[in-house]
């Protein structure tokens, strides 16, 4: 009693660990998403099936067979990348905030509190699992599974890299606005179901919510739509260039503004904060999971975090130009292939570039969603609607027409996408220097220091 | 209570009774609020008050005069300060005891330094119910150091129990002035970051704008008290219009709402007295402390140890961090009091919530209960 | 509501304007030192050392100078102070402090105790970390019948006391039994042939040394038993002297020596 002890274990080793781990799993999360896309394809089935078990895979029944196992163990690592991307981003989410607001946040399970998530999620599943007694049972029970339903279906159609995509769709971007739907489905019966007035509160705010923001959402995404010429996810970042200045985002100034819509429309359909108004905690309590518990909470949980990921990668995926490595041209890729059943090695490595390009840059764009989180108040139900109907959506429109307009007259001349993306583009980097300066000003301001030795 | 209400609203299905509280946390403490909502527009809200009521009053007449002291602290825990000066004040009535100079500087100095810290709480607690975090953070983080500052002077960070009758129970600790004045520079550059963080923006702003606004003639018909009255256009400061204590040596500015974000007396007036009043209170806190004597002196009046004052009653009054607090003592003669009586700005704030809560949403109860700057056991006691 | 057009662009420009400065300031906090303090296990030293000296924690009395006055507890405003005092049987002249009896988990650290104290020999420490399984451990028993403490002469030329240092005494009592320890028994257990205790105190303490239960009276200094101001009652003079029966509960009481 009353004695200060040391903290548990070796600091040393558990920075080791934690860095091991830390490392390993995006090497083996990303690792088997990659290879396994380039698998679960119908040729490379049918090149094992010839090559390895010596059947003919036109003919042999079990073909089929095959390449569903293959698309199985595909289906199975995305969705523990998305769980793990849910969990991770809820780690750093949490470092970030806390020094924002001066304080250390997650630092006691792992070094750096690393694993905070995996002990919340362990303590998550060990609690006991509630259902109201007077809740619709079924629908209780089902809510989550729409929701992540809604959240896995995603990764269907995400471009983690130039052929890492679990199935490019040429309907791909539409196909992502309507799974992403079902998420508000499972909100919806989530907040009825429970039987409880915050949660119907909850419930009906949601509904509105995310209904009401698909209009300029889609609106704003048919503007890269309209500059690629295809709905597809692959189409449209192959439409992009790899450096900044060909990005759709600064190529034309009216898809700067539609990104911005979307952005904002983005927030609103994951319930983030500035539009968190279905859980709004100092209102609702905890509006619609009021009632959850347990597993079912959980998934709430990691689908409200893993939607803070998506929206960052469809971000980078319609406006900066998803993976595409600066210098290395689209033909690149096919003449690295080479002629073999699995391609040569230097595509591998190209493939591993281009993942790990579209990664950082959707990490960028996550941390302004956490960013915009930690310092924005919570916006009013009829404030909410307002923004949508009377500058969103008109915003978005007027985006839409611009861009017609800028594809029919301007885009002729080559050189104009050119000059819009290098000027915008320093635009945005003055922006940036700017922003830096203001918050060195800050700190000075304050009567404080630039200190991160504590990070 | 609930049920009573419910036989009152119409058997209409678009009509349903929340019970906002007693555990919500947006309520201040345990308050229950029944709201009749028409979706998510409100036809009222009744406040229930009662849920931390601990008879402090009662207890008044079981302890001593100087035993009571401690229990003062338990009346506005979020600044127990100024319940500690308005009980001494009222004690010292009776006895008709003189404060040494010292000690009365000392009163306003700590007082001072409470109202900042609690403000910083209302202020902070409410861009937390409008859904900013962080703002609230950094306030908590000031009032870090000011309840620091406190209990390097009086030993406790929450219940003081540093006045007493006739004088204050302790002279400045070694080297605090100047680390108080360091901090108070400091501070001074804080307030307009924070209003730069949070008051200015557009979505707080919108968020408080018009919403709840209470008129000057209601503000003073529902004796609304402190930053609250204030925040309704009228300008009433206890501490200038009927000073007492050290308050009339000092040069501060009494703000009162202007309207700045559309209307007067709205939610917004209400928080942005606040955080101007902040900076007065800086500005006591310093010129207390740059002419406070460096050299001890009396802080005690002399009080006999058994306090027993002769019959009579008397009512004190003193501007607290939540408006107007008032003692009302009654002495029998003996050596406990024959009645105490502690009149409290959050009881009175509450009266109104039922007369403007008609027609605003949800979302603006929670702006309206904040900007009110309850604090649960004041109203209870 | 009409809104003109200047008014529109207007609100988004003022938007943007202050969301810039808002950002700007979490990002500049971003790059700032945190001010947590990472209590219990991360300090630079225990945070009772960083506490100020007027910290009002857990009291502590150094009963080598205590004078046995009992302002203390006429003082404490609820009654969380009991104490006893007694002749001393050996030189009736003497009087002796047998029960001095502090309950920390009632006590509202207010300090009032402290101020009227002759000699300071009441202080409160900056020990604060005192979470104990059963409450009970958290009455302090500063003195007890078994080793009463002579008062203290004060010398009226004294220009101070030698206090003890402030909160060793505390903590060696802290340190003395683990914070999950079962709690002293205050009431002596029944014996196992008697019959139901008749609730006869009077006559139980009256029949003195020879009942199972007369040791009631001096092994229940419950918190909540009267004030005795000081007057000796005769059970308790009846329980002063050393009786066979008062050696027979069967929890030891850690508090006593």
Redo the contacts between chains.
């Keep these: 009693m009353a004695t200060v002890t040391l903290p548990k274990g070796n600091p040393r080793t558990k920075l080791l660990v934690t860095l091991v781990v830390a490392l390993a799993l995006p090497v083996i999360l990303f690792g088997a998403v990659l290879v396994l896309a380039t698998i679960a394809k119908p040729e490379p089935v049918a090149v094992f099936v010839r090559e390895v078990l010596h059947h003919d895979p036109a003919t042999w029944p079990f073909t089929g067979l095959v390449y569903g196992v293959a698309a199985g163990l595909l289906t199975f690592m995305i969705l523990n990348f998305g769980a793990v991307v849910a969990a991770v981003t809820i780690w750093w989410e949490m470092r970030v905030s806390s020094r924002m607001q001066s304080r250390i946040g997650y630092n006691r399970v792992g070094a750096g509190g690393f694993f905070q998530w995996i002990a919340d999620a362990v303590k998550l599943l060990l609690k006991e699992d509630l259902i109201p007694a007077d809740a619709d049972q079924l629908l209780f029970r089902a809510a989550p599974y729409f929701v992540f339903a809604g959240f896995g279906l995603i990764f269907v159609a995400l471009p983690f890299g130039e052929s890492v995509i679990a199935a490019d769709l040429n309907v791909g971007i539409f196909y992502v606005t309507a799974v992403t739907a079902l998420v508000v489905v499972g909100i919806l019966l989530a907040g009825w179901s429970s039987n409880s007035k915050w949660a119907l509160f909850g419930g009906m705010r949601s509904a509105a919510q995310v209904i009401s923001y698909e209009i300029p959402a889609g609106l704003a995404v048919m503007v890269p739509i309209l500059m690629a010429g295809t709905l597809s996810m692959q189409g449209i970042i192959r439409a992009q260039g790899a450096w900044p200045w060909q990005w759709f985002v600064f190529t034309n100034p009216a898809a700067l503004v539609a990104f911005v819509i979307f952005f904002i429309a983005q927030l609103a359909e994951s319930n983030r904060p500035p539009f968190d108004l279905p859980e709004a905690e100092s209102e609702l309590v905890a509006g619609y999971l009021a009632e959850y518990t347990a597993f079912r909470y959980a998934i709430f949980f990691l689908v409200e975090f893993g939607n803070v990921w998506i929206m960052s990668a469809i971000a980078v995926t319609l406006f900066f130009g998803g993976w595409q490595v600066p210098g290395v041209a689209a033909e690149a890729y096919e003449a690295a292939r080479g002629a073999g059943a699995l391609p040569a090695p230097a595509w591998w490595g190209l493939q591993v570039a281009s993942m790990a390009v579209f990664f950082v840059k959707t990490f960028l764009v996550m941390n302004l969603v956490i960013w915009i989180r930690w310092t924005f108040p919570r916006i009013r139900v009829d404030q909410m609607m307002n923004l949508c109907w009377k500058y969103l959506v008109p915003g978005a429109f007027a985006t839409f027409v611009a861009t017609l307009l800028w594809q029919i007259l301007v885009a002729r001349v080559p050189v104009a996408s050119t000059v819009s993306g290098v000027v915008l583009f320093v635009g945005a980097l003055v922006a940036l220097v700017q922003m830096l300066r203001l918050a060195k000003q800050n700190v000075e301001a304050g009567g404080d220091q630039v200190d991160l030795s504590n990070w | 209570m609930e049920k009573l209400i419910l036989r009152r609203v119409d058997r209409n299905y678009e009509e349903m009774v929340l019970n906002f509280g007693p555990q919500h946390p947006s309520t201040h403490g345990v308050i229950n609020f029944i709201v009749e909502t028409d979706g998510e527009v409100m036809k009222r809200a009744i406040p229930d008050v009662g849920y931390l009521h601990r008879s402090i009053e009662k207890i008044g007449e079981a302890t001593g005069y100087p035993g009571f002291m401690p229990f003062t602290d338990r009346i506005d825990y979020v600044a127990a300060m100024f319940a500690n000066e308005g009980y001494a004040i009222a004690v010292e009535k009776l006895l008709k005891v003189e404060v040494p100079p010292r000690a009365q500087w000392l009163r306003a100095i700590s007082c001072e330094l409470v109202r900042i810290a609690s403000h910083l709480i209302a202020v902070g607690t409410m861009t937390m119910d409008i859904g900013a975090f962080t703002p609230m953070v950094h306030g908590l983080r000031e009032r870090e150091e000011i309840n620091d500052f406190i209990e390097a002077l009086c030993g406790a960070r929450l219940t003081y129990n540093y006045h007493r009758i006739g004088g204050v129970a302790f002279d400045l600790p070694e080297g605090w002035r100047d680390k108080v004045l360091a901090f108070l520079d400091r501070f001074d550059k804080f307030l307009p970051e924070f209003d730069r963080l949070i008051t200015f923006n557009e979505i707080y702003k919108k968020r408080l704008a018009k919403v709840a606004v209470v008129s000057r003639e209601q503000a003073i018909s529902y004796g609304l008290v402190g930053p609250n009255l204030r925040g309704s256009g009228v300008d009433w400061d206890l501490r200038r219009d009927m000073p007492y204590g050290a308050y009339p040596n000092f040069e501060f500015e009494v703000p009162v709402g202007k309207g700045w974000a559309g209307a007067v007396g709205d939610c917004f007036d209400r928080y942005y007295v606040r955080c101007l009043e902040m900076k007065e209170s800086s500005r006591i806190v310093r010129q207390a402390l740059e002419t406070i004597g460096q050299t001890p002196e009396e802080i005690m009046a002399k009080v006999p140890r058994n306090v027993k004052p002769d019959a009579g009653e008397v009512l004190s009054r003193v501007e607290s961090a939540r408006g107007e607090m008032a003692y009302y003592v009654v002495s029998d003669g003996t050596n406990k009091a024959y009645r105490v009586r502690a009149r409290t700005g959050s009881f009175t704030a509450m009266s109104i919530i039922e007369d403007i809560s008609g027609g605003l949403m949800v979302a603006d109860l929670v702006a309206l209960i904040s900007s009110l700057d309850v604090v649960a056991p004041e109203i209870d006691r | 509501m009409a809104q003109s057009v200047s008014e529109y662009t207007g ?2 420009k ?2 943007v304007k ?19 303090v ?1 209590y ?4 630079p ?2 945070v ?1 050392d960083m ?6 924690g857990f009291l502590e009395v150094d009963t080598a100078i205590c004078t046995g006055c009992q302002a203390c507890e006429r ?3 609820i009654n969380c102070i009991q104490i006893t005092l007694e002749k001393d049987p050996a030189n009736p002249k003497q009087r002796v402090v047998t029960q001095f009896d502090i309950d920390e988990a009632k006590c ?5 105790c402290v ?2 104290c002759p000699t300071g020999s009441i202080q ?1 420490t900056r ?1 604060f ?2 979470s104990q399984r059963n409450i009970r451990n958290l009455t302090f028993r500063w003195s007890d019948a078994l080793s009463p403490f002579p008062v203290y002469k004060v010398d009226k030329n004294a220009e101070y006391y030698p206090r003890a240092p402030l909160g060793s005494l505390l ?1 060696a009592k ?2 003395a039994h ?2 999950n320890e079962a709690g002293p028994v205050f009431l002596p257990p029944e014996a196992p042939g008697a019959a139901k205790p008749v609730a006869q105190p009077k006559a139980a303490a009256a029949a003195g040394a020879a009942g199972a239960a007369a040791p009631a009276p001096r092994a229940a200094p419950a918190p909540k038993a009267v004030p005795t101001n000081g007057v000796p009652a005769p059970a308790a003079a009846a329980a002063a002297d050393p009786v066979p029966a008062a050696e027979k509960p069967v929890t030891p009481n850690p508090e006593t020596k």
């Design positions: 609100a988004i003022d938007t202050s969301f810039w400065h808002g950002m700007s300031i979490t990002l500049s906090h971003l790059l700032r030192r945190p001010i947590t990472q219990p296990d991360r300090t030293m225990p009772r506490l100020p000296p007027r910290y009002r003082a404490c405003p509202m650290f207010c300090g009032l101020e009227p409160h020990e970390e005192g903590r802290l340190e683990p914070w």
